[in-house]
């Protein structure tokens, strides 16, 4: 009867009376008479002191669907896009952590409001999230408004936990992602919004921040499973720039935003290294 040991240390005449009885497990002996037991010659003080540890040790208690739910996120390994239905579907459950992934469109096709959206939500389920926004679409009215619609009370600590910064440079930008790397706090999520505004430059020195930034991008995601998104502009680089062919390696899935005037905004899978299958255009 290996569940009497170590605090549950029982005398000799006690283990000899529930080898006669049969009781071989916790169960056995939870479910018996202590009384028809003590008839058998065990102290009934005793059985009722091993009975009471054992219920604290193997009682189910009654916990929260909230709670699980909270803890379940965070141990996960798969981050929801917001977008439980459609894209969540497409991409097999979310974005995995130590995934790069890259939203590209042309303007007004929703990338950055998919962005934000994931990021509040993510910061709402206590995942820490940094922000480069170059375009200031992150701002704390636009937190609290999705925060409210995700029925979810605004709180200073969910507020702390999205730090946004807005770079001068690519090389800003290389040492704020490198400082996210060595940090003690690491981001769960680092969106960038928009790329292409530090890739416009087809300078030299250009590309080699770009080179360096790809790398300090694909080293967060790897080693400390951040999840990676970042926008890009479409229209902002033409199909032949060496530095959007020198980036076309960095992301492991690429999602392209469509709008249209009738059936609103939709997304096509077009690279995508973990899935059977790309998408046909979807809507969002």
């Not at 018996?32 to 540890?53: N, Q, T």
């Not at 899978?269 to 255009?281: C, F, H, N, P, Q």
Request: with cysteine.
């Amino acid at each position: 009867m290996a569940f009497l040991r170590g605090a549950l240390e029982a005398s000799d005449a006690v283990k000899e009376c529930l080898a006669k009885a049969g009781v071989k497990t916790p169960v056995d002996f939870l479910l018996a008479d202590l009384e028809a037991l003590a008839h058998e010659g065990c102290s009934y003080r005793e059985l009722e002191a091993l009975k009471k540890v054992l219920w604290a040790q193997h009682v189910a208690l009654p916990v929260a669907g909230d709670a699980l739910y909270r803890e379940a996120l965070k141990t996960s390994f798969v981050f929801s896009t917001s977008y439980p239905n459609r894209m969540d579907a497409a991409l097999e459950g979310g974005v995995l952590r130590g995934e790069v992934v890259e939203i590209c469109g042309g303007p007004g096709t929703g990338k950055s409001l998919f962005c934000t959206r994931m990021a509040v939500r993510l910061a709402a389920s206590g995942r820490r999230v940094l922000y480069v926004d170059t375009a200031a679409v992150l701002t704390p009215a636009v937190v609290v408004r999705q925060l409210q619609d995700l029925g979810e009370e605004v709180t200073e600590e969910i507020l702390q936990r999205v730090s946004v910064c807005r770079p001068p440079d690519t090389w800003a930008l290389v040492g704020r992602v490198t400082d996210a790397l060595t940090s003690d706090a690491a981001p769960h999520l680092l969106v960038i919004d928009a790329l292409t505004v530090f890739m416009l430059s087809s300078s030299t020195a250009e590309m080699g921040s770009i080179w360096q930034l790809s790398s300090a991008v694909r080293t967060l995601a790897n080693k400390r499973r951040c999840a990676v998104l970042l926008v890009m502009h479409q229209h902002d680089l033409p199909a032949g720039n060496v530095l959007r062919r020198m980036w076309q390696h960095v992301p492991h899935i690429r999602i392209v935003f469509t709008a249209d005037p009738d059936t609103g905004t939709s997304f096509r899978i077009v690279k995508a290294t973990r899935l059977a299958e790309w998408s046909d255009s979807k809507p969002l």
